[in-house]
């Protein structure tokens, strides 16, 4: 938790927006008649349905995108709609609408919550759910609902070094081409000193947390992407040994998205024993470099901005989310 900011100790996911790509999304400049007007476009609450905090506070946070909230209400999204499952991206855009066209203070998500909650019916019980959990399922049923397909290349620029190469999609959607990313693994074998590498594609980076009382995010991100060496019950196949052998492994950022989120691992196990982690981290409002952490054969700099930031407070009995964004025509928190 950065101390300029009024934002609580349990902060659960952060939301970061590319700084490149923030100038080119800004569909509702502010004018001066904008400015008299007593509701604000995209300040709009939502209602608890009965435990639905957890939906709500992802819903603010994803509302508050500016290129996610053009590609919806200029209706771009309805050119990409697969007819067999267009449901819950319809609802989710008329969420948006209501958010960002209507004059309420205040509209019920309620139509978007019946739609998922037929596909994923755990989201329908009025229990506390996981967030994270939520945020994920919500990305990939409007990825799998807006995707379009895409001839696979079968040539590479041979310029580029192995290890570093990007995998090659065959089919994205505006959730891939706002926050998908791509991490690469090289993986050494500590005793033939054999290395392979392994991508993995990512939406969201679950950052551990690494001191119990104070810390920074780039702390966090330090521990995420040090060096780990796998021993005993870890150790991994290798192809040279034929055996299982310790093995070093370091991740690095080959493809950097345009909305990058981290949920921080408040929740530890310790034994037998669950507790959360109360730590207070700082992390800057704006210009977050992941330079350090880029492929070094892609050095853009990539800096990002802070858009959104979810908060659980409560413990692991049960807690309440809440939701602080920055909204793209008032500039204000």
Sequence with gaps: MASQQPFTADDFGIYYVLTECTDHYDPFP????DENQPHFQGVTGLQNLGNTCYMNAILQCLCSISPLVEYFLSGKYITALQKDCSEVATAFAYVMTDMWLGDSDCVSPEIFWSAFGKLYPAFMKKTQQDAQEFLIYVLNELHETLKKYHRRRSYEKRSIPRFCRKMIANESSIITRLFEGQLNYSIICLKCENCTYKNEVFTVLSLPIPSKYECSLQDCLQCFFQQDTLTWSNQIYCSFCETKQETAVKANISKAPKII????????????????LRTDIHYPLTNLDLTPYICPIFRKHPKYNLCAVV???????????TAFCKNSVTHAW
């Design 30 to 33: 502010v004018n001066e008649a």
């Design 261 to 276: 989120v981290f949920h921080l691992k408040r929740f530890d196990i310790l034994g037998t024993m669950k507790r959360k």
């Design 311 to 321: 908060n659980h407070s409560g413990d692991l009995d049960g807690g309440h989310y």
